[in-house]
């Protein structure tokens, strides 16, 4: 399995540090084409650790099928082609579930480990992660960046820390095995369609009084929360 990253342009070393995230092994010059179309099979070879953030490791056991990521602050967003226009001095930034280091293990993981410290979950981070049935957000995250679990088909559980206030666009989309989810008083916003899809969601577990859960933000698209049964002050 192989992350490729395709650059056109001088000034490499400057641009090489969007991708300071990723576990580099090898790098191979590649090529793409005006529409970023991949048109070259040389890249980056995928490793089972690395970091993901300045201050965030990650590894994953394959004999476990355990994703562990622990450390402090944001996790990194998933560049993967960053063009440069010389002559205006501009940065195009291009993000793919590609560009995810773990992505290549997306269907065998079966658990995901998420320490206290770290702030945010980045977009795409947990994309098509077909086995996990059960995740928990720790106290420290604040956001759940946009389409972080999307078509997490076997994920039922979910339980948000005490910080979380953001769930972003289209963060668990298509999750249709999703029964019930945790959801602390802090939450002041869930953008447009973060549960689209999730049919089977029955309870929504909130920390708060019902006049709280009123002031949330809820964006469009969001039936499947606000069609099922809330417990207030869980």
Partial sequence: EYITVYYD???????????????????????????????SDEGIKSQTSGKYGEDIEWSYDEESAVLTLSGKGN????????TVDETTSTTTTSYSTNAVPWNPFN?????VKISDGITSISRYAFWWLTQIENIIIPDSVITVGQQSFVH??????????????TIGKKAFKGCTALKEI?????????????????????????????????????????????????????
């Fill in 9 to 39: 342009g001088s000034g490499w070393s400057e641009v090489k540090s969007l991708f300071e995230y990723l576990t580099f092994e090898t790098w191979e010059p590649g090529e793409y084409d005006d529409s970023g179309t991949n048109v």
């Fill in 182 to 234: 945790y959801v602390s008083d802090k939450l002041t916003s869930v953008e447009e369609s973060a549960f689209t899809g999730c049919k089977t969601l029955a309870d929504v577990y909130y920390e708060g009084s019902e006049s709280e859960w009123e002031k949330i933000v809820v964006g469009d698209n969001n039936e499947p929360l606000l069609n099922a049964k809330l417990h207030y002050d869980y």
């Fill in 107 to 111: 269907q065998q993981i079966k658990e």
């Fill in 152 to 165: 997490c088909s076997k994920l039922q559980k979910v339980t948000l820390g005490e910080g979380l206030t």
């Fill in 75 to 82: 996790m990194a967003d998933p560049i993967t082609i960053v």
